[in-house]
Structures are given as C-alpha cells and as structure tokens.
C-alpha cells in the first residue's frame, strides 16, 4: 500500500545528512515508540547521518523507554530534513522548531485534517503509526537495519495504541507486522510489566473511579477527575488521564468520556467508544483523532455538560439506528 509515498520518504532520508524526528504533545506509547523506532532503524542502516529526536515534553508513562536527542542550535534545522510522526495538526507538535527545517515529512495515522507536510504518508485505518513504521522497514528490509531495541519500541506503540491488540483498527497485517517484529527477540515479560503494572495507589483510585462514575439516560459513561480527586489521591495529570480506560468495559456504554481538570482551568476531555463513532463531537469542542478515541478541551462545567448530552444524543440516535451493539 501506498508504495509511492514511502518510496520518497526513504529518498529524501537518503537526501539529507541531518534529521530531525518529531512527534505530539503530551505523547503516548506510539508517538514515543514510533520515533525512538524511527531514529534506531536510521541510526544503525546511516551511521553517518546526524540524526537526532527533539522534542519539548516528557511523559512518565513510556519513560522507561529511554531518553530522547537534548536541544541543538537553530542552524542545525535550517538544513535538516523534519520527519514528524503520529501528529495530525501542527499545533499538536511538541517542538515548534520544526518550522525552521528545509523540508517536511508528515508520517501519521490520524484523521488528515491539516497537510502541513511538504510530503505525507497518512493511513487513517492504521491501528498505530507504530505499524506503518513496522511496514516501512519490512517494504525496504533489503536496505534498512533494525535490531531488537528498535523492535521493542515498535511493538511496544502498537501494542498500546491498539489497545493491547483489541481495537477494530487492528487488521491482519497488524498482527503479522507485530509478529515479525516479536521474532526479533522483543521481551514481552519485561514489556508488559513495564507497561501494565500498577502502582498501589492508583488501584486505589480506579476503585473511587467505579464509585464516581455516571451514566446518561441513554448509556454514555463519564467521569469528573477534579484537581480535588487528584491531590487526594496524589495523581501526576497522567494517572489522572488514564481513568478513561477504566470504563471502557460497562455493557450497552458504548461511549465513555473523562474529563480532567488541567493546571491553568481548562478541562481536557478524551472521548472514547465502540460501534458509534465521536470524532464529530471532539471536533465540535476543539478536538480531534480517531473515530472511537478522540481528545477536545473545554473551559467551563456548562461545556462539559452540553458535551455530555450531544454525546447522549448521538447514542440515541445509533442504538435506535443500529443493530448488534453491546
Ligand atoms: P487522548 O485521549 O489524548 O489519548 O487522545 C486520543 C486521540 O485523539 C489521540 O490520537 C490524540 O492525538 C487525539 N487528540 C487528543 N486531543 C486532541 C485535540 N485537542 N486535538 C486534536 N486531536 C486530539
């Protein structure tokens, strides 16, 4: 698939001696994953080409990943090529910087909503980007080096993005994408205790999330982690974010939403579903990213509700439309 787009993407790598990777604010397994990925399959098959990652955030979460490139001077990007992964919209790039590089590539799997790339490589149906750079290296494998470290951050972005292999978005390519990656060695143990294991207080938490929960007339799952929840609980604004997925196994809720107090007053929302889709409400408030998980802000308990009941409204209309669901 789309042969012609990797095609240049790998040419103007060969280009450029000096690349900059990139990828979204606040990141997540994929983006992290993808772009450390990304830098260890070009570092070992170019060792002769500057290659560095540089971005303005940090996330615990994947920490233990390892550590990105430190901050460079200006001039390095002016003659650098921008390889930005798992970013749908520019405002979304953790390092602004990329502004200044010659050229632009945009590698992504979310929903194309802004060609800021001089080039791109978008799949949408893609489970992970993590997977599409699975397919970069298997399309060119005669040319590109991999090693189990760069397979170890691949697997471990599509492993989370897809939800621990769940999602719809997971095709059979994924799993065979997945599966050769798991033949270079990937130590699956260590990786999911990394990932998966809990920290006691936090099981604490999920436990007051049951409590706290509600749900709207017609089944929509929602949660107000308050700053007051998170100093009780001593949440980092992660822990406090990763509540969403605590209610994403209630039957006949096929939308599920956290909304968490930020710092500065705003309230971050990510949206989650199965069968419906809610990108159109993430849009509506700010937001965007994939059909069933999507992300949006809003500023005030009004938005929060009038985001609650269009959510409401828009699970009426499927459940009374469709049939199947669960
Ligand atoms: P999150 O709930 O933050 O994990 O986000 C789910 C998906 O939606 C991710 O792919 C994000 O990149 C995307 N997303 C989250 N928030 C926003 C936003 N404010 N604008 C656009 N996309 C977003």
Redesign the pocket.
């Known amino acids: 698939m789309n042969f012609e787009a990797k095609k240049l993407i790998l040419d103007k790598i060969k280009e450029y001696d000096k690349i900059i990777i990139f990828r ?1 604010k ?1 990141p ?1 397994g ?2 992290v994953g993808s772009t450390k990925g990304m830098r260890e399959i070009l570092r070992l098959t170019f060792p002769e080409k500057d290659i560095r990652l540089i971005n303005c955030d940090y996330s615990d979460y994947v920490s233990f990943l390892g550590d990105e490139d430190g901050a460079v001077e200006d001039s390095f990007y002016t003659d650098a090529l921008a390889l930005i992964l ?4 520019s ?2 790039i953790s390092n602004q910087k990329y502004t200044l590089c010659r050229e632009k590539i945009k590698f992504d799997h ?1 929903i194309n ?1 802004e060609h800021y790339g001089d080039y791109e490589w978008v799949e949408e149906e893609r489970s992970s980007v993590c997977e599409m750079v699975a397919d970069f290296y298997r399309t060119f494998s005669d040319e590109l080096k991999i090693n189990k470290e760069a397979a170890t951050y691949i697997y471990a972005g599509m492993v989370t ?1 897809s939800g621990r292999f769940r999602f719809r978005s997971v095709s059979g390519e994924t799993l065979r994408l997945a599966g050769m990656l798991l033949d270079m060695g990937v130590d699956l143990d260590t990786l999911h205790a990394h990932l998966y294991m809990k920290e006691f207080h936090t099981l604490k938490f999920q436990a007051y999330v049951y409590e706290k929960m509600q749900i709207s007339e017609n089944g929509v799952a929602y949660l107000h982690v308050t700053k007051e929840m998170q100093d009780a609980f001593s949440l980092s604004s992660e822990e406090a ?1 990763a509540s ?1 997925s605590y209610m994403e196994s209630i039957k006949n809720s096929l939308i599920w939403i956290a909304f968490i107090d930020n710092d500065d007053g705003s309230i ?5 579903s199965r069968f419906v889709t809610v ?1 159109s409400i ?2 509506k408030y ?5 059909a069933c ?5 809003v500023y005030t308990t009004d938005e929060m509700m009038a985001l609650i009941s269009d959510a409401d409204v828009l699970l009426k209309d499927y459940k009374e439309n469709n049939e199947g669901w669960l």
């Open positions: 979204h606040r997540d994929d983006a798992d970013t749908a919209t405002d979304r979310h909503l993005d974010s969403v971050r929302v990510r949206l989650r990108n993430a849009e700010n937001g965007g990213g994939h998980a999507c992300g949006a802000t």
